[in-house]
């Protein structure tokens, strides 16, 4: 079964750092790109980064480009989002995502098929 | 960025209704596109991928059509259950966007 939990949300203030985990579990982590979805409170889905199985191909949304680094150990089956620079609009429930594990001409998979449950990121002004 | 449109924001339906959401693409996706679902307080779950392909366990009431810029999202007849908020996704890049959700609603 697959599993992804993450972990490392909590309260921080505006301009500060925080760094999210996800733990991976029933599947081949190093043969699947992953990514970072998140979900502001009462909003919509925001793709905020995805990076491919050994870490070559590397995206980020432009609202968190400079700010955010998605690093991933396939060793450890982790999954990570470092993220600088807070703003109290990254205030969402961060899920990390597993696609499909093909490789598209851009070199992530073609869709999103597993998600955790989300971990909580909370930014005060 | 590619910016995806989603279009309407929310519709008011009843049970047997067929529904249709249109995702519009302001760039060409080629068939880069899926279809998820959300009910409130659960994680979204894929629908559609590759604009017309059906996830597997989808009921085939959902379908979808389309390539290039424009693409739909049909239900052909409405369930309580898929009463939901619908996202479209592109993945013709290596930076994904989501259109901004429908939220289908009980009449």
């Known amino acids: 079964e697959v599993q992804l939990v993450e972990s490392g949300g909590g309260l921080v203030q505006s301009g500060r750092s925080l760094r999210l985990s996800c733990a991976a579990s029933g599947f081949t982590f190093d043969n699947h790109a992953m990514h970072w979805v998140r979900q502001a409170p009462g909003k919509g889905l925001e793709w905020v980064s995805g990076i491919s199985w050994n870490s070559d191909i590397i995206g980020y949304a432009d609202s968190v480009k400079g700010r955010f680094t998605i690093s991933r150990d396939n060793a450890k089956n982790s999954l990570y989002l470092q993220m600088n620079s807070l703003r109290v609009e990254d205030t969402a429930l961060y899920y990390c995502?597993?696609?499909?594990?093909?490789?598209?001409?851009f070199g992530f998979g073609y869709y999103l098929d597993y998600w955790g449950q989300g971990t909580l990121v909370t930014v005060s002004s | 960025d590619i910016h995806m449109t989603q279009s309407p924001l929310s519709l008011s339906a009843s049970v047997g209704d067929r529904v249709t959401i249109t995702c519009r693409a302001s760039?060409?996706?080629?068939?880069?596109l899926n279809w998820y679902q959300q009910k409130v307080g659960k994680v979204p779950t894929l629908l559609i991928y590759g604009a017309s392909s059906l996830s597997s366990g989808v009921p085939s009431r959902f379908s979808g059509r389309g390539s290039g810029t424009e693409f739909t999202l049909t239900i052909s007849s409405l369930q309580v259950e898929d009463f939901a908020t619908y996202y479209c996704?592109?993945?013709?890049?290596?930076?994904?966007?989501f259109g901004q959700g429908t939220k289908v609603e009980i009449k």
């Open positions: 760039q060409s996706l080629s068939s880069h």
């Open positions: 996704q592109q993945t013709y890049s290596t930076s994904w966007t």
């Open positions: 995502a597993k696609d499909d594990g093909g490789i598209s001409i």
